[in-house]
């Protein structure tokens, strides 16, 4: 059943891809909340991998496969920062535009890719599991250890929301970070290793629908 439920994420990821790809096109490509794009692309190969590892089977081909899932996340996910300082940055939060907090913003993304990189990517031990008819790799070596880039960019990105939903009245963006953090912090109320992949989609469903927003905000002023 997991197998069928990360195929239908994947699927909706791929949708929003397309939307995000198209926003940039129409808006522009040198927009900073553009980097929503690679996570979506992250996403989109995390849920296919995880839908389709049966079939690569157990072995050396789909470890490789799945040592590039680690390195995604280590890397993609505290884009996030970026893309939270952008949608305050056009919310017209005059303070976030001063260099020294721009700075800063790059500063902590780089740290954070640095960090998940060390804790998360160097030296991990991969070793296949099967749950729920499922088959994967999980890492071994560091165990679960304290999410300090997720706790950073959920922090971010729920600042981010509240201002945006203050200054432009748009709070789907809120709605999207409350359920994705509210989500993370409660046990799954099903037997699934989907839960959290689902709270991803929905997460990034707010952030394109945002990204969306505040494009066309933009053109209409």
Known sequence: ??????????????????VAIGLAYRNGWFVVSNVIIL???ALVYDNALLAFGKFFKEGVRLEFLSEIRFWLH?????????????TMRRAG??????????????GVTVLLIVYGLVTEVFGMTLESYVYNGVLAYTDASHG?????????VSVALLIASIYVGRIQNWFWYLIGVFFMTAGML??????TGVY??????????????????????????
């Not at 250890?145 to 950073?152: A, E, Y």
């Open 93 to 106: 939060v005059n303070w976030v535009k001063k260099r020294a907090v721009v700075w800063g913003v790059l």
């Open 144 to 152: 679960a250890g304290f999410p300090v880039m997720v706790i950073v």
């Open 1 to 18: 059943m997991d197998m069928i439920l990360f195929f239908l994420i994947m699927i909706f990821h791929t949708c929003l891809l397309i």
């Open 186 to 191: 409660s046990p799954s109320p099903v037997e």
């Open 74 to 86: 280590a890397i993609v996910t505290p884009l996030l920062l970026l893309y939270a300082w952008d």
């Open 39 to 41: 996570v979506i692309l």
């Open 196 to 221: 959290d992949n689902f709270l991803e989609l929905i997460l990034l469903f707010s952030l394109t629908t945002t990204k969306a927003f505040q494009d066309q905000y933009v053109k209409s002023r």
